[in-house]
């Protein structure tokens, strides 16, 4: 229903408009009247009202006069004028001033009835052109206060603060990231079984119970990626900037705490270092980032602060770098026996020099996983057009309750890129051969002939084939063609190609073909591949 104010100086006309037809039936509710301009204008400062009748001649403030300062004030009303017909060039003057209709006197029913028709259709467009600007603005100011967090546009904060009014102040400020463990690593399933939003919503109102009842004044709560949010929190108070830390970090805690008790979810809470000015608000989301990845080190459903990260690493923990050199050469040189040796031999050393902490033992294992990683693809770049090589940082501490299982998860992993590099024949001792196969990786999207491979090798064809099959015990072209399948994979899955242009891209003229060629190596065709987790 839209608002209705009638504004004549005749309380008989007032009376009969109120009459004359329902207005409610057409959209509108009388919520009051005035005698004249001015009185109607005392009435705005009470009632919230949509739509004016008035008149156009009263003492003290006419309809025109009453119209022109609705305009000036800025006010969103829509006015309809009451006229007579010596009032016609007033009437006039009214619409050029923004005046919706007018409607000369004596009242007919019908020409109002049309009118309200005309105007609940305009309040109407007015409102859902009202309600998408907000809605456009809405998703523009947390855009860009995303790209604040992030440290995109620092120079243009303060203008973006005024212009989007954004909830943000000139003072100390922190930042926290929460993460739903639920949500992280059974996100899936959650959606399959419609929880997630209620999950999502349950936490978002936990969080803001907690943060109402705190003592912090100012905070501003953002949704993220599945299941993770950013909490702000700022205050232009004089107080030490550790005080403020304390006092975040309690509701945090409460947080922790009450999402366990009343709602049964673990939550992964990774805190910022406070800083003392507005324009560092970045600085303290990189640290909750940077802190939020420590969940594998030291476990689950926990506050992880930068500070004590900081204060962890400083203690006593020399790494065996030299026995983890060994163990890198060996997975380089695909020698698995050599690589599990060395392996189980630098778990041993790590779990000794740690005293069995767990949180040295886990971060050691991290440094070791991501080592390999940088190490095999430094070596072997080429490598991961056809092999996901963030597998091996995978070691699962998320979920695994023992030690022999993250070893086991390490082991397995590493094994595992020990047989891709064999399987690619990257380990031979055969220069020419290791050489082919490093030219195929290296131009794998590229159509790779007997020719252009025995040229780029300076050797005969037939000598190149004599020597590849000897040495691999498979064809040159069947190994071209068994790479290029495995790298069609990865742009199906991890990429998202379509299937005609991963046939195009690796070479393929006929789709039909390359999805036969597919089929016949993994026993489902590209798009089904793409389809299902197979």
């Not at 109102?205 to 912090?216: Q, T």
């Not at 020698?335 to 041993?348: D, M, R, V």
């Not at 590099?421 to 031979?428: A, F, H």
């Amino acid at each position: 229903m839209y608002s209705v104010m009638i504004v004549d100086d005749e309380p008989i006309i007032r009376m009969g408009l109120k009459k004359i037809v329902n207005w409610e039936e057409y959209g509108f509710r009388i919520v009051c009247e005035a005698r004249d301009g001015e009185d109607a204008l005392g009435k705005l400062n009470e009632h919230q009202v949509d739509f004016i009748v008035t008149d156009i001649r009263m003492p003290k403030l006419s309809g025109i006069d009453l119209l022109r300062e609705i305009r000036e004030r800025g006010l969103k009303v829509e006015v309809l004028l009451l006229s007579g017909y010596d009032d016609f060039s007033y009437a006039q003057q009214g619409l050029r001033l923004g005046a919706f209709d007018y409607i000369l006197k004596p009242l007919d029913a019908s020409k109002l009835k049309s009118t309200l028709v005309n105007a609940f259709k305009k309040l109407s467009e007015k409102d859902k052109e009202y309600h998408e600007l907000n809605m456009n603005k809405l998703i523009s100011r947390e855009k860009i206060l995303y790209d604040l967090l992030r440290g995109k546009n620092l120079i243009m904060m303060d203008e973006y603060i005024s212009q989007y009014n954004l909830p943000l102040i000139k003072g100390k400020i922190q930042v926290a990231i929460v993460e739903i463990n639920d949500i992280v690593t059974n996100s899936q399933l959650l959606i399959d079984n419609h929880l997630r939003d209620e999950l999502e919503k349950s936490v978002s109102h936990l969080i803001e119970d907690e943060l109402y009842k705190s003592k912090i004044d100012n905070y501003s709560i953002l949704d993220e990626d599945l299941g993770k949010k950013f909490i702000i929190v700022q205050t232009d108070k004089e107080i030490d900037i550790s005080v403020f830390n304390d006092d975040f970090v309690a509701v945090l805690n409460k947080i922790l705490k009450a999402s366990n008790e009343e709602l049964g979810t673990e939550l992964n809470i990774a805190v910022g270092n406070p800083y003392n000015q507005l324009y560092s608000m970045h600085k303290s989301y990189l640290n909750a980032k940077e802190a939020l990845k420590y969940k594998y080190v030291i476990g689950t459903n926990k506050l992880i602060h930068i500070s004590e990260l900081a204060q962890l690493k400083q203690e006593n923990f020399i790494y065996p770098i030299e026995k983890e050199n060994v163990l890198i050469t060996a997975i380089i040189l695909g020698k698995e026996s050599e690589t599990l040796t060395a392996l189980k031999e630098l778990i041993k050393q790590i779990i000794e020099i740690s005293s069995l902490d767990a949180f040295k033992i886990n971060l050691a294992f991290t440094q070791l996983v991501s080592n390999v990683y940088n190490n095999v693809l430094k070596k072997y770049s080429f490598l991961k057009d056809v092999y996901d090589l963030s597998k091996i940082m995978n070691i699962g501490f998320l979920g695994i309750q023992t030690l022999s299982e993250v070893e086991k998860k390490l082991t397995d992993n590493i094994t595992s890129l020990v047989s891709v590099i064999k399987e690619y024949n990257l380990n031979r001792n055969d220069n020419i051969v290791q050489r082919a196969c490093e030219y195929v990786l290296n131009h794998i999207e590229e159509d790779i002939t007997l020719s252009s491979i025995s040229e780029n090798l300076n050797i005969s064809k037939n000598y190149f084939c004599s020597i590849f099959k000897q040495q691999t015990g498979e064809n040159f072209l069947e190994y071209v063609t068994r790479a290029k399948m495995e790298r069609a994979k990865i742009l199906l899955r991890k990429h998202d190609y379509r299937v005609y242009e991963v046939s195009e891209a690796l070479g393929y003229k006929e789709t039909a073909y390359f999805s036969r060629i597919f089929k016949k190596h993994f026993n489902c065709t590209p798009a089904e591949y793409k389809k299902n987790d197979i």
